[in-house]
Protein backbone atom coordinates (compact mmCIF):
# COMPACT_ATOMS: atom_id res chain seq x y z
CA UNK A 1 0.00 0.00 0.00
CA UNK A 2 1.04 3.54 -0.73
CA UNK A 3 0.49 5.10 2.95
CA UNK A 4 0.72 8.83 3.87
CA UNK A 5 1.89 8.96 7.34
CA UNK A 6 1.23 12.55 8.43
CA UNK A 7 3.46 13.06 11.95
CA UNK A 8 5.74 10.62 10.97
CA UNK A 9 8.88 11.61 12.32
CA UNK A 10 7.86 12.03 15.61
CA UNK A 11 7.90 9.33 18.49
CA UNK A 12 5.05 6.72 18.09
CA UNK A 13 5.31 7.34 13.80
CA UNK A 14 8.57 6.98 13.87
CA UNK A 15 8.49 3.84 15.04
CA UNK A 16 5.27 2.92 13.40
CA UNK A 17 7.14 3.97 10.06
CA UNK A 18 9.86 1.27 10.55
CA UNK A 19 7.15 -1.23 10.95
CA UNK A 20 5.53 -0.52 7.64
CA UNK A 21 8.65 -0.49 5.53
CA UNK A 22 9.61 -4.12 6.78
CA UNK A 23 6.23 -5.77 5.34
CA UNK A 24 7.09 -3.34 1.89
CA UNK A 25 4.46 -1.12 1.94
CA UNK A 26 5.27 2.56 0.40
CA UNK A 27 5.72 5.35 2.65
CA UNK A 28 5.08 9.21 2.42
CA UNK A 29 5.75 11.31 5.40
CA UNK A 30 4.49 14.48 6.08
CA UNK A 31 5.69 16.21 9.14
CA UNK A 32 6.97 19.62 9.97
CA UNK A 33 9.44 19.31 12.56
CA UNK A 34 7.56 21.41 15.17
CA UNK A 35 8.45 18.51 17.56
CA UNK A 36 10.77 16.37 15.99
CA UNK A 37 14.34 16.25 14.22
CA UNK A 38 15.30 16.01 10.91
CA UNK A 39 17.72 13.53 12.07
CA UNK A 40 15.47 10.79 12.62
CA UNK A 41 15.08 10.32 8.45
CA UNK A 42 18.72 9.31 8.41
CA UNK A 43 18.22 6.89 11.45
CA UNK A 44 14.98 5.22 10.11
CA UNK A 45 16.80 4.82 6.76
CA UNK A 46 19.40 3.05 8.95
CA UNK A 47 17.30 1.25 10.74
CA UNK A 48 15.20 -0.36 7.73
CA UNK A 49 17.44 -0.31 5.20
CA UNK A 50 14.56 1.12 3.13
CA UNK A 51 13.22 4.30 1.57
CA UNK A 52 10.74 6.49 1.57
CA UNK A 53 9.61 9.94 0.58
CA UNK A 54 9.92 12.91 3.30
CA UNK A 55 7.94 16.31 2.83
CA UNK A 56 8.54 18.87 5.41
CA UNK A 57 5.29 20.17 5.53
CA UNK A 58 2.30 21.61 8.09
CA UNK A 59 -0.65 19.66 7.20
CA UNK A 60 -2.55 23.51 8.57
CA UNK A 61 -1.11 24.22 4.72
CA UNK A 62 -3.75 22.94 2.42
CA UNK A 63 -1.91 24.35 -0.74
CA UNK A 64 1.40 22.73 0.17
CA UNK A 65 -0.44 19.16 1.28
CA UNK A 66 -2.66 18.95 -1.31
CA UNK A 67 0.89 18.88 -3.78
CA UNK A 68 1.55 15.62 -1.61
CA UNK A 69 -1.78 14.23 -2.63
CA UNK A 70 -1.00 15.39 -6.51
CA UNK A 71 2.49 13.69 -7.14
CA UNK A 72 1.54 10.67 -4.84
CA UNK A 73 -1.46 8.03 -5.32
CA UNK A 74 -1.93 7.67 -1.90
CA UNK A 75 -4.33 4.45 -0.47
CA UNK A 76 -4.16 5.42 3.21
CA UNK A 77 -3.45 7.81 5.93
CA UNK A 78 -2.26 7.34 9.14
CA UNK A 79 -2.63 10.78 11.06
CA UNK A 80 0.01 11.16 13.73
CA UNK A 81 0.59 14.50 13.30
CA UNK A 82 -0.36 16.85 16.39
CA UNK A 83 0.42 18.64 19.85
CA UNK A 84 0.10 16.13 22.95
CA UNK A 85 1.32 18.06 25.59
CA UNK A 86 -1.95 18.54 28.28
CA UNK A 87 -0.85 21.20 30.21
CA UNK A 88 0.63 23.20 27.05
CA UNK A 89 -2.82 22.27 25.85
CA UNK A 90 -4.36 24.43 29.35
CA UNK A 91 -1.91 27.22 29.04
CA UNK A 92 -2.84 27.56 24.72
CA UNK A 93 -6.12 26.44 24.01
CA UNK A 94 -6.19 28.37 20.99
CA UNK A 95 -2.82 27.04 19.71
CA UNK A 96 -3.88 23.41 20.25
CA UNK A 97 -7.61 23.17 18.75
CA UNK A 98 -5.89 25.12 16.00
CA UNK A 99 -3.63 22.99 14.97
CA UNK A 100 -5.07 19.49 15.87
CA UNK A 101 -8.63 20.82 14.42
CA UNK A 102 -8.14 22.49 11.47
CA UNK A 103 -4.91 20.24 10.14
CA UNK A 104 -7.44 17.20 10.30
CA UNK A 105 -10.25 18.92 8.43
CA UNK A 106 -7.38 20.46 5.75
CA UNK A 107 -6.59 16.61 5.34
CA UNK A 108 -9.85 15.32 5.55
CA UNK A 109 -11.03 17.74 2.72
CA UNK A 110 -8.27 16.76 0.29
CA UNK A 111 -8.79 13.00 1.23
CA UNK A 112 -11.90 13.80 -0.34
CA UNK A 113 -10.91 15.75 -3.12
CA UNK A 114 -8.58 12.85 -4.38
CA UNK A 115 -10.56 10.13 -3.41
CA UNK A 116 -8.25 8.45 -0.48
CA UNK A 117 -11.27 7.32 2.34
CA UNK A 118 -8.89 5.25 4.73
CA UNK A 119 -8.08 6.94 7.66
CA UNK A 120 -6.05 5.60 11.00
CA UNK A 121 -6.47 8.48 13.46
CA UNK A 122 -3.89 8.67 16.58
CA UNK A 123 -6.84 9.16 19.41
CA UNK A 124 -6.22 8.63 23.29
CA UNK A 125 -7.45 7.22 26.20
CA UNK A 126 -7.98 10.17 27.77
CA UNK A 127 -11.10 10.28 26.05
CA UNK A 128 -12.52 8.25 28.46
CA UNK A 129 -12.08 11.24 30.95
CA UNK A 130 -12.38 10.90 35.10
CA UNK A 131 -15.77 8.99 35.63
CA UNK A 132 -15.43 5.42 33.73
CA UNK A 133 -14.05 2.49 35.51
CA UNK A 134 -11.24 0.27 34.36
CA UNK A 135 -11.12 -2.10 32.07
CA UNK A 136 -12.23 0.55 30.06
CA UNK A 137 -13.90 -0.92 26.98
CA UNK A 138 -14.47 1.25 23.70
CA UNK A 139 -18.40 1.44 24.23
CA UNK A 140 -17.77 4.16 27.06
CA UNK A 141 -19.35 7.59 27.31
CA UNK A 142 -16.58 10.18 26.38
CA UNK A 143 -15.46 13.06 28.40
CA UNK A 144 -12.28 15.13 28.37
CA UNK A 145 -10.55 17.25 31.11
CA UNK A 146 -8.31 19.44 28.83
CA UNK A 147 -8.00 21.01 25.33
CA UNK A 148 -6.03 18.43 24.12
CA UNK A 149 -8.34 15.74 24.99
CA UNK A 150 -11.02 17.69 23.55
CA UNK A 151 -9.31 17.69 20.26
CA UNK A 152 -8.83 14.17 20.40
CA UNK A 153 -12.63 13.93 21.35
CA UNK A 154 -13.65 16.25 18.54
CA UNK A 155 -11.84 15.00 16.18
CA UNK A 156 -12.87 11.30 16.65
CA UNK A 157 -16.56 12.87 16.45
CA UNK A 158 -15.67 14.87 13.07
CA UNK A 159 -14.50 11.41 11.61
CA UNK A 160 -17.69 9.87 12.25
CA UNK A 161 -19.67 12.91 10.90
CA UNK A 162 -17.09 12.36 7.81
CA UNK A 163 -18.31 8.81 7.49
CA UNK A 164 -22.56 9.27 7.74
CA UNK A 165 -21.68 11.93 4.86
CA UNK A 166 -20.06 9.55 2.81
CA UNK A 167 -20.02 5.50 3.88
CA UNK A 168 -17.11 4.85 1.30
CA UNK A 169 -14.64 5.99 4.46
CA UNK A 170 -13.03 3.31 6.29
CA UNK A 171 -12.05 4.77 9.72
CA UNK A 172 -9.73 3.40 13.09
CA UNK A 173 -10.33 5.20 16.00
CA UNK A 174 -6.91 4.02 18.14
CA UNK A 175 -7.15 4.55 21.26
CA UNK A 176 -3.44 4.63 22.94
CA UNK A 177 -3.08 4.06 26.34
CA UNK A 178 0.64 4.77 27.85
CA UNK A 179 3.20 4.41 25.23
CA UNK A 180 6.92 3.82 26.59
CA UNK A 181 9.90 1.93 25.15
CA UNK A 182 11.71 2.55 22.48
CA UNK A 183 13.22 0.57 18.89
CA UNK A 184 15.43 -1.95 20.18
CA UNK A 185 18.57 -0.53 18.29
CA UNK A 186 18.38 2.43 20.73
CA UNK A 187 18.85 4.85 17.88
CA UNK A 188 15.46 6.02 18.05
CA UNK A 189 13.39 6.65 20.83
CA UNK A 190 11.50 9.68 23.05
CA UNK A 191 13.07 12.92 23.05
CA UNK A 192 10.60 15.44 25.37
CA UNK A 193 11.44 18.77 25.10
CA UNK A 194 12.15 20.31 28.67
CA UNK A 195 11.39 18.75 31.63
CA UNK A 196 9.36 15.93 31.17
CA UNK A 197 5.93 15.12 31.86
CA UNK A 198 5.21 11.77 31.35
CA UNK A 199 6.80 9.03 33.79
CA UNK A 200 9.21 6.89 31.66
CA UNK A 201 10.96 10.12 30.25
CA UNK A 202 11.86 11.73 33.72
CA UNK A 203 12.58 8.26 35.25
CA UNK A 204 15.31 7.69 32.42
CA UNK A 205 16.35 11.20 32.87
CA UNK A 206 16.84 10.49 36.37
CA UNK A 207 18.99 7.54 36.04
CA UNK A 208 21.08 9.53 33.34
CA UNK A 209 22.03 12.07 35.40
CA UNK A 210 19.95 14.97 34.15
CA UNK A 211 17.51 15.07 37.07
CA UNK A 212 17.99 14.49 41.10
CA UNK A 213 14.88 12.24 41.56
CA UNK A 214 11.32 11.47 41.05
CA UNK A 215 8.43 12.83 42.40
CA UNK A 216 6.02 10.34 42.65
CA UNK A 217 2.63 11.74 42.42
CA UNK A 218 0.58 10.67 45.07
CA UNK A 219 0.65 7.42 47.57
CA UNK A 220 -2.67 7.26 48.43
CA UNK A 221 -4.57 6.17 45.73
CA UNK A 222 -7.33 2.94 46.46
CA UNK A 223 -4.56 0.80 44.24
CA UNK A 224 -2.30 -2.21 45.19
CA UNK A 225 0.51 0.31 46.99
CA UNK A 226 -1.43 3.74 46.64
CA UNK A 227 0.02 4.74 43.57
CA UNK A 228 -1.38 5.76 39.93
CA UNK A 229 -2.04 2.68 37.82
CA UNK A 230 -1.96 2.99 34.40
CA UNK A 231 -1.51 0.51 30.82
CA UNK A 232 1.93 1.01 29.97
CA UNK A 233 2.70 -0.40 26.14
CA UNK A 234 5.95 -0.51 24.04
CA UNK A 235 5.57 1.30 21.20
CA UNK A 236 6.85 -0.96 19.00
CA UNK A 237 3.64 -2.90 20.00
CA UNK A 238 1.85 0.05 19.41
CA UNK A 239 3.70 0.38 15.99
CA UNK A 240 2.69 -3.49 14.93
CA UNK A 241 -1.15 -2.22 16.16
CA UNK A 242 -0.96 0.54 13.21
CA UNK A 243 -0.09 -1.87 10.61
CA UNK A 244 -3.17 -4.16 11.43
CA UNK A 245 -4.73 -1.19 11.57
CA UNK A 246 -3.99 0.31 8.25
CA UNK A 247 -4.14 -3.31 6.67
CA UNK A 248 -7.93 -3.96 8.61
CA UNK A 249 -9.90 -0.46 7.56
CA UNK A 250 -8.03 -1.45 3.82
CA UNK A 251 -11.37 -3.58 2.40
CA UNK A 252 -13.71 -2.56 4.52
CA UNK A 253 -16.06 1.01 5.85
CA UNK A 254 -17.37 2.09 8.44
CA UNK A 255 -15.47 3.53 12.01
CA UNK A 256 -14.38 1.97 14.66
CA UNK A 257 -12.68 2.81 17.86
CA UNK A 258 -10.51 0.45 19.11
CA UNK A 259 -8.05 0.42 22.55
CA UNK A 260 -4.41 0.04 21.75
CA UNK A 261 -2.75 -0.75 25.08
CA UNK A 262 -1.41 -3.97 26.93
CA UNK A 263 -4.91 -4.48 28.88
CA UNK A 264 -2.66 -4.90 31.94
CA UNK A 265 -2.53 -2.15 35.41
CA UNK A 266 0.78 -1.16 36.82
CA UNK A 267 1.77 1.45 39.28
CA UNK A 268 4.10 4.07 39.43
CA UNK A 269 6.08 1.74 41.95
CA UNK A 270 5.62 -1.25 39.96
CA UNK A 271 7.38 0.66 36.80
CA UNK A 272 10.22 2.35 39.17
CA UNK A 273 10.79 -1.45 40.58
CA UNK A 274 10.77 -2.83 37.19
CA UNK A 275 13.40 -0.21 35.97
CA UNK A 276 15.63 -0.58 38.61
CA UNK A 277 15.82 -4.35 38.20
CA UNK A 278 15.98 -4.35 34.18
CA UNK A 279 18.70 -2.13 34.24
CA UNK A 280 20.54 -2.42 37.81
CA UNK A 281 20.03 1.43 38.21
CA UNK A 282 18.79 3.03 41.28
CA UNK A 283 16.33 5.76 41.04
CA UNK A 284 16.04 7.96 44.22
CA UNK A 285 12.31 9.13 44.72
CA UNK A 286 10.19 11.22 46.78
CA UNK A 287 6.43 10.72 47.33
CA UNK A 288 4.54 13.97 47.26
CA UNK A 289 1.15 15.09 46.45
CA UNK A 290 -1.45 13.79 43.85
CA UNK A 291 -1.31 15.77 40.29
CA UNK A 292 -3.93 17.87 39.90
CA UNK A 293 -6.42 15.73 36.88
CA UNK A 294 -4.71 12.71 37.49
CA UNK A 295 -6.94 9.13 38.17
CA UNK A 296 -6.62 6.49 40.12
CA UNK A 297 -6.65 3.43 37.80
CA UNK A 298 -6.40 3.64 33.97
CA UNK A 299 -6.14 0.16 31.97
CA UNK A 300 -7.57 -1.10 28.63
CA UNK A 301 -9.91 -3.44 28.01
CA UNK A 302 -7.85 -4.83 24.84
CA UNK A 303 -10.32 -7.62 23.52
CA UNK A 304 -11.24 -5.50 20.71
CA UNK A 305 -8.12 -5.25 19.08
CA UNK A 306 -7.31 -8.84 19.79
CA UNK A 307 -10.63 -9.41 17.72
CA UNK A 308 -10.81 -7.15 14.92
CA UNK A 309 -7.40 -6.75 14.00
CA UNK A 310 -5.51 -10.18 15.50
CA UNK A 311 -3.02 -7.71 17.29
CA UNK A 312 -2.18 -8.06 21.13
CA UNK A 313 1.19 -5.79 22.93
CA UNK A 314 3.74 -8.73 23.51
CA UNK A 315 6.38 -6.76 25.09
CA UNK A 316 6.77 -7.07 29.31
CA UNK A 317 7.00 -4.18 31.29
CA UNK A 318 10.78 -5.06 31.98
CA UNK A 319 11.30 -4.79 27.73
CA UNK A 320 9.60 -1.18 28.11
CA UNK A 321 12.10 -0.52 31.09
CA UNK A 322 15.04 -2.03 29.13
CA UNK A 323 14.64 -0.11 25.76
CA UNK A 324 13.92 3.03 27.48
CA UNK A 325 17.01 2.91 29.06
CA UNK A 326 18.79 1.78 26.13
CA UNK A 327 17.99 4.70 24.03
CA UNK A 328 18.63 7.06 26.60
CA UNK A 329 21.50 5.81 27.85
CA UNK A 330 23.26 6.00 24.11
CA UNK A 331 21.70 9.16 23.47
CA UNK A 332 21.55 11.28 26.80
CA UNK A 333 20.86 14.49 24.85
CA UNK A 334 18.12 12.73 22.70
CA UNK A 335 18.46 13.55 19.20
CA UNK A 336 20.70 16.60 19.75
P1 LIG B 1 5.20 13.51 18.69
O1 LIG B 1 5.06 14.92 19.10
O2 LIG B 1 6.49 12.82 18.92
O3 LIG B 1 4.82 13.35 17.15
C1 LIG B 1 3.89 14.19 16.51
C2 LIG B 1 4.54 14.66 15.21
O4 LIG B 1 3.60 15.50 14.52
C3 LIG B 1 5.81 15.47 15.42
O5 LIG B 1 6.82 14.95 14.60
C4 LIG B 1 5.42 16.90 15.00
O6 LIG B 1 6.50 17.59 14.42
C5 LIG B 1 4.31 16.62 14.00
N1 LIG B 1 3.31 17.70 13.85
C6 LIG B 1 2.58 18.31 14.81
N2 LIG B 1 1.77 19.22 14.27
C7 LIG B 1 1.98 19.19 12.92
C8 LIG B 1 1.45 19.91 11.82
N3 LIG B 1 0.53 20.86 11.98
N4 LIG B 1 1.91 19.63 10.57
C9 LIG B 1 2.85 18.67 10.39
N5 LIG B 1 3.39 17.96 11.39
C10 LIG B 1 2.96 18.22 12.65
O7 LIG B 1 4.01 12.70 19.41
P2 LIG B 1 3.76 11.15 19.53
O8 LIG B 1 3.95 10.76 20.95
O9 LIG B 1 4.46 10.41 18.47
O10 LIG B 1 2.19 11.12 19.28
C11 LIG B 1 1.65 10.92 17.98
C12 LIG B 1 0.15 11.08 18.06
O11 LIG B 1 -0.37 10.19 19.03
C13 LIG B 1 -0.30 12.48 18.49
O12 LIG B 1 -1.46 12.81 17.77
C14 LIG B 1 -0.63 12.29 19.96
O13 LIG B 1 -1.59 13.20 20.41
C15 LIG B 1 -1.16 10.88 19.98
N6 LIG B 1 -1.04 10.23 21.30
C16 LIG B 1 0.18 10.16 21.92
C17 LIG B 1 0.29 9.58 23.17
C18 LIG B 1 1.62 9.53 23.89
O14 LIG B 1 1.62 9.29 25.11
N7 LIG B 1 2.75 9.68 23.22
C19 LIG B 1 -0.84 9.04 23.81
C20 LIG B 1 -2.06 9.10 23.13
C21 LIG B 1 -2.14 9.70 21.88
N1 LIG C 1 3.90 10.25 37.39
C1 LIG C 1 4.67 10.47 38.50
N2 LIG C 1 5.75 11.30 38.38
C2 LIG C 1 6.08 11.92 37.22
C3 LIG C 1 5.28 11.68 36.07
C4 LIG C 1 4.20 10.85 36.20
O1 LIG C 1 4.40 9.94 39.58
O2 LIG C 1 7.07 12.67 37.19
C5 LIG C 1 2.76 9.32 37.50
C6 LIG C 1 1.42 9.95 37.19
O3 LIG C 1 0.87 10.56 38.34
C7 LIG C 1 0.63 8.74 36.68
C8 LIG C 1 1.69 7.89 35.99
O4 LIG C 1 2.94 8.31 36.54
O5 LIG C 1 0.10 8.02 37.78
C9 LIG C 1 1.71 8.06 34.48
O6 LIG C 1 1.81 9.44 34.18
P1 LIG C 1 2.14 9.98 32.70
O7 LIG C 1 2.21 11.46 32.80
O8 LIG C 1 3.31 9.25 32.16
O9 LIG C 1 0.89 9.50 31.88
P2 LIG C 1 -0.66 9.86 32.06
O10 LIG C 1 -1.36 8.57 32.22
O11 LIG C 1 -0.88 10.90 33.07
O12 LIG C 1 -0.93 10.57 30.66
C10 LIG C 1 -0.91 9.82 29.45
C11 LIG C 1 -0.51 10.71 28.26
C12 LIG C 1 -1.57 11.76 28.02
C13 LIG C 1 -2.91 11.13 27.92
C14 LIG C 1 -3.18 10.30 29.16
C15 LIG C 1 -4.51 9.61 29.14
O13 LIG C 1 0.70 11.34 28.50
O14 LIG C 1 -1.30 12.40 26.79
O15 LIG C 1 -2.17 9.30 29.26
O16 LIG C 1 -4.50 8.55 28.27
F1 LIG C 1 -3.85 12.11 27.82
Redesign the pocket.
Known sequence: MNILVTGGTGYIGSHTVIELLKLDHNIIIADNFSNSKPGVLNLIREISGKEFKFYQVDILDRENLEKVFINNSIDAVIHFAGL???GESVAMPVAYYHNNITSTLVLCDLMNKYDVKNMVFSS?????GMNNISPLTEDLPLSTT?P??ST?MMIEQILQDVYISDNGWSTALL??????GAHESGKIGEDPNGI????????TQVAVGKRDQ?????SD?DTHDG????DYIHVVDLARGHVKAVEYIADKTGVEAINLGAGKGY??LD?VNNFQKANEIKIPYVL?D??P????T?YADAGKAEKLLGWKAEKTLEDMCRDSWRWQSKNPNGYE
Open positions: KAVSATVYNYGKRYFNPIPNNLMPYILSIFGYTGVRSVVTRRGDIAC
